[in-house]
């Protein structure tokens, strides 16, 4: 009886969410007095209707809803008008990028060449180096552990053929311009309001840590008892402990357990048990008891339905944020500005700075996207990868001892965007390498080694 009625629940609430209107709730916030209060007036009403309602949650009946009722109001404010004719003139206005910056996946081939490269790390995409003279010289082809970009089009990456066909600038080309030119002031306006407030919202989500109440803002009318037990991954237990232990605290088949584990060693944590707290509770109990014998138990909390909701909407935000920048480079340097804007509430340091100090706290799915996000956005404008490179060596003393408490790969870690920085010479020269807040360990210079 339970399961017929949430099933016929679903589609009810779908068919509203739908009938709403993206174009007339970005109408509203084009008039708003307090665009930042509405915005999360919207997001404390709809994220928890649309994410994180039942057990197994259905990702393409999200993904859509999401996309309709959360994504698209932003589109229509940034665009100003409809998103389909917004993004395409914003295309046609765009001066394309001499970078290539492609993200590579985990086991896709990358080039480099023997003859030309500065060092061992700077590599180039398949197409990119198909496309290159140095595609005649002696390369070597490796295949990627993730983490890294194609350097085509970074001049401080090659002795020389720094472009591919693709990249290759023409005379016209003004290096240094600067491409808020390519934007109207109101584009301009709007793309600075919209992204300051969905980038906060996204880097407070990602980076909370309260388990059972959301921050000022987006706190649910109605709160249901309704949890997730989420179980967090490390790579101190096994498999199959993992899998005996999750039998015993869920009761579920192997099958079922495996699954859980495969997903928690994947994205970094997985939801085993939906209810209500009590039910959860008991699931948490059995995981921390089963697992802390030997050593250190499996890291698992008892989370609101309504915090999960909104952390799994953060992530999707910093996917879309990625995704509108490289609509633009105007886009992407006023996302760059909104990152690294200094905030005096927060002791001077910026959102760039919070996300990287809580690196170690994220869980893998979390800082891979938010590891893409910075190189597709402060990596690849180059006045603002100087900008970040001061931060990060200001950060890197405390990111480093983070990363040596962490047990997870460097290259799940933000320390490993050093290779990306610190073998730059102009970037080099931009750092105060005789600071007291920059006190590189010796593994930094090891790190330089390794293959991308």
């Not at 080309?173 to 600067?178: G, I, K, N, S, V």
């Not at 939801?271 to 138990?297: H, L, M, W």
């Not at 609509?327 to 760059?336: F, Q, W």
Request: charged share 25%; with cysteine.
């Amino acid at each position: 009886k339970m399961a017929a009625t949430e099933s016929e629940e679903v589609p009810s609430i779908s068919k509203f969410l739908m009938d709403c209107s993206p174009k007339d709730i970005a109408l509203n916030w084009l008039q708003a007095t307090d665009l930042t209060k509405d915005v999360y007036h919207h997001l404390a009403y709809f994220v928890p209707k649309i994410y994180c309602r039942e057990t197994n949650p259905n990702p393409l009946n999200e993904e859509m809803l999401a996309q309709h009722i959360l994504l698209e109001p932003l589109e229509w404010y940034l665009c100003g008008e409809d998103p389909a004719m917004g993004i395409i003139k914003l295309e046609k206005a765009n001066k394309s990028s001499q970078l290539c910056g492609r993200v590579f996946k985990i086991g896709e081939p990358t080039y480099s060449c023997r003859d030309c490269a500065v060092d061992p790390t700077c590599v180039l995409c398949m197409e990119c180096f198909l496309a290159s003279v140095h595609r005649e010289h002696r390369y070597r082809m490796t295949t990627s552990g993730g983490g890294g970009f194609c350097d085509c089009g970074d001049t401080e990456a090659w002795k020389q053929g720094p472009y591919c066909q693709k990249h290759e600038p023409s005379g016209s080309e003004a290096l240094e311009e600067d491409p808020l030119e390519h934007l109207s002031e109101d584009m301009i306006g709007r793309a600075y309001n919209i992204f300051a407030i969905a980038f906060k919202y996204a880097v407070d989500m990602l980076t909370w840590v309260e388990e059972e109440r959301l921050p000022s803002g987006l706190e649910p009318l109605e709160k249901e008892d309704t949890y997730y037990c989420m179980l967090f991954n490390d790579e101190v237990h096994t498999y199959e402990q993992v899998i005996y232990t999750l039998q015993k605290a869920v009761n579920c088949t192997q099958k079922e357990a495996v699954s859980f584990a495969t997903t928690v060693d994947r994205d970094g944590r997985r939801s085993v048990r939906y209810g209500d707290f009590q039910y959860c509770e008991q699931a948490k109990t059995v995981i921390v008891r089963n697992t802390s014998r030997q050593t250190k138990p499996l890291k698992v909390q008892v989370m609101h339905s309504s915090v999960v909701a909104h952390q799994a909407f953060a992530i999707k935000l910093l996917i879309w944020l990625s995704q509108v920048i490289g609509y633009s480079g105007g886009l992407r340097r006023i996302l760059c500005q909104v990152g690294l804007q200094q905030r005096p509430d927060e002791d001077h340091s910026s959102l760039i700075d919070k996300l990287m100090l809580c690196d170690s706290k994220l869980w893998k799915g979390a800082r891979n996207i938010y590891h893409q996000l910075f190189m597709s956005s402060l990596l690849m404008d180059l006045k603002y990868k100087k900008l970040f490179a001061v931060r990060f060596a200001k950060n890197y003393q405390q990111l480093q001892s983070d990363f040596m408490e962490d047990d997870h790969e460097r290259v799940m870690s933000v320390t490993a965007l050093s290779v990306q920085l610190f073998t730059v010479p102009t970037l080099v020269s931009t750092v105060d390498f005789h600071s007291t807040y920059f006190c590189p360990p010796p593994c930094l210079f090891s790190a330089f080694s390794l293959e991308l």
